[in-house]
């Protein structure tokens, strides 16, 4: 079973061989990206088994899902590492759109086909030359109710935030409106998806473990490739707290509670966003 394979996979397959006389790093790279790909390509025939065991609608639900966000993390984990970041950024965005599931219909099949048909792409090569930022708005978007077509809008949204509660609630209120929502709990990671996919909107929470919101802010706009993404700061502190004062005073602030709703509508008023 793919599930069972961590990254230590490939290291342990080559175990003895890395230490081989008069072989150069270029040839040792080139030998770990095709035991990746034969790892990838073993990945995704079993999320093709994956996918035709959830036509069962009868089945366990649950375990498929977890399974196959089991395989689309370890993914995810290699494939920026062996040179291939435009798997790490599908299956991320298979992973999320599969933890926002608790129950399989035919719509959730259809688009998990659709992501695995796309990895399959990348690693055959179908898509050289092809910006990541338009091969991700490819993708199904992930939604826990039909939205109506008139409301949906070609508008993406990146949540850098920690799998909350809240964060469940700011993430519904966006999927409500259409929005093509995507959620990256890691800060530093984020900064890495944000220049690769270059969303129309970030919002990113004040308060996480390993990096600030007002430093993920201050990190994008000090880059020229950056700059201009769009960035809100998501916070409950007080509008007196000390940090604040190296916020960039182009980014918003919206505040969760009651006023969040006509805080985020005055944000996009600001930003430009429709």
């Known amino acids: ?6 990254e230590t996979s490939i290291s342990n397959a080559s175990e003895g061989r890395s230490e081989a006389p008069g072989m150069d790093q270029d040839a040792i790279i080139d030998r770990f ?12 025939d079993e999320l093709d088994k994956l996918v035709a065991a959830e036509r069962d609608l009868d089945g366990d639900h649950e375990k498929i899902i977890e399974a196959v966000r089991c395989n689309c ?6 494939g920026g590492t062996f040179g291939y970041p435009l798997i790490t950024l599908l299956a991320h965005r298979m992973e999320d759109y599969f933890a926002g599931l608790d129950s399989l219909n035919n719509r959730a099949l259809i688009d998990a086909q659709f992501f695995v048909d796309r990895m399959r792409d990348v690693i055959e090569v179908r898509f050289d030359g092809t910006a990541e930022a338009d091969v991700v708005r490819m993708l199904p978007a992930k939604t826990k109710f039909e939205v109506e ?16 509660i809240a964060t469940k609630i700011i993430e519904t209120e966006l999927l409500v409106s259409g929005y093509r929502v995507v959620t990256e709990t890691e800060p530093f990671t984020a900064i ?5 996919t270059c969303p129309d909107l970030i919002l990113a929470a004040a308060v996480m473990e390993d990096l600030l919101g007002i430093d993920l802010a201050c990190t994008l706009r000090a880059m020229p490739i950056s700059r201009d993404l769009p960035f809100v700061l998501v916070t409950s502190l007080e509008p007196t707290h000390p940090s604040f004062v190296a916020l960039p005073p182009t980014v918003p602030v919206v ?12 944000a996009f008023a600001i930003l430009e966003i429709s």
């Open 1 to 6: 079973m793919v599930s069972g394979m961590t």
């Open 33 to 44: 990206r095709v035991e990746f790909l034969d790892f990838a390509a073993d990945a995704l």
């Open 73 to 78: 993390h370890n993914l995810k984990g290699m």
């Open 149 to 164: 077509e008139n409301v949906k809008q070609d508008i993406e949204v990146l949540l850098i935030m920690p799998r909350t």
């Open 192 to 196: 890495e998806t944000a220049i690769r």
């Open 255 to 266: 505040r969760r509670g009651e006023t969040f709703g006509d805080d985020l509508a005055t």
